[in-house]
């Protein structure tokens, strides 16, 4: 089902008004990392940002800020600090910096190139890893200096796609340098732990644990150092440093999970490197921080973006670090 998308900050060129504006495009998914996005619609995926290392699909350039199309229908997308990931379930494609196995194999690939991939249901990519779930299997390649791929046999980092011992799993999230994923018996963690967002002591998780949540978990989401959980009622949950919506307490860790005080139960959740956000009945709410050409700004506190009470439902949210991407249903 595809929905109007609707954008706030930087998309897709230089413009920065505070409101949150509707945009032509007509989408079905959406996903972004710190400096691009990716937009599936009915036949093309639009690549917008900074095309540093390929990740949009053209030349590397980290200067200019840019759109590009790439052709075919894609169900799934991730988007990763240099690389992109779009495709369906038997046919995924890949684009960007593969040097520390981010491509599960290729190494650098411009244009988009196919990737060797099981039949995927979910794809999600952290800074330099990617997550992807098989049926009731998860596979993990990239980047693993903090154990973000939870294998054993995994060095530094890891060119192929490897399963992860895990019980049979629901759903997978990845963001930052953390990954996790739910199963009947609750949230696994594994991963960068260092501002705590696992809920667990220590740095690192190289292998899965429980996280120890008594929350009826829906959805989850992860920043770069903080996480996000919304339960069946609609209650959302911070943990982490950073993005947790708890004023004064952002400075800080906060540990174990916290209410975050929105004004209504959240229909959605999304969340950047720095930002999140929530969808309610009354409009999206950000919190975290927001940046622009002309610098950051710290929203401590869930803070109603302008215009968002006419999107109606949403279905996705996704963040870049100076844009916000709403999909209605």
């Known amino acids: 089902m595809r929905g109007a998308l ?9 413009k920065e008004a505070w409101t949150l504006q509707r945009t032509p495009v007509q989408a079905h998914a959406v996903a972004a990392s710190v400096s691009h996005s990716l937009v599936a619609c009915a036949d093309h ?3 917008t940002g900074q095309a540093a290392g390929g990740a949009l699909g053209t030349a590397p350039d980290a200067q200019t800020w840019t759109q590009h199309i790439l052709p075919g229908r ?7 600090a ?20 981010q491509l599960a194999g290729a190494h650098h690939t411009v244009p988009p190139a196919r990737l060797a991939t099981p039949p995927a249901d979910e794809v999600h990519a952290g800074l330099d890893h990617v997550v992807l779930r098989a049926g009731r299997d998860v596979y993990t390649c990239g980047l693993n200096t903090d154990g973000q791929l939870g294998r ?52 690192q998780l190289r292998l899965p644990q429980a ?45 174990p999970v916290r209410r975050v005080a929105l004004p209504a139960p959240a229909t959605c959740i ?28 710290r929203l401590a ?29």
């Open 211 to 255: 996280m120890p949540l008594d929350l009826d978990v829906a959805d989850a989401r992860l920043g770069g150092s903080f996480a996000l959980f919304r339960t069946d009622a609609g209650d959302v949950y911070s943990v982490g440093y950073g993005a947790t919506g708890h004023g004064a307490a952002d400075a800080q860790r906060v540990q």
């Open 45 to 47: 995926v639009l690549a």
């Open 74 to 80: 894609a169900t799934l997308l991730a988007a990763g």
């Open 6 to 14: 609707w954008t706030l900050g930087r998309w897709p060129a230089a």
């Open 152 to 203: 054993a046999d995994a060095g530094r980092f890891d060119r192929q796609l490897r399963r992860v011992a895990l019980p049979p799993v629901e759903w997978v999230r990845a963001g930052g340098d953390t990954s996790l994923a739910r199963t009947a018996d609750g949230v696994y963690v594994w991963g960068n732990t260092e501002y705590g967002q696992a809920c667990l002591p220590g740095d």
């Open 82 to 101: 240099h690389t992109s990931w779009f495709g369906t379930r038997d046919a995924l494609y890949g684009c960007g910096v593969g040097a520390r196995g």
């Open 301 to 329: 506190e869930p803070t109603h973006v302008p215009g968002s009470e006419a999107v109606g439902a949403v279905a996705a949210l996704a963040a870049t670090r100076d844009a916000l991407l709403v999909l209605a249903t």
């Open 270 to 297: 999304g969340a950047g490197l720095e930002l999140a956000a929530a969808a309610t009945r009354d409009g999206v709410y950000v919190w975290g921080v927001w940046r622009t050409a002309h610098g950051a700004r």
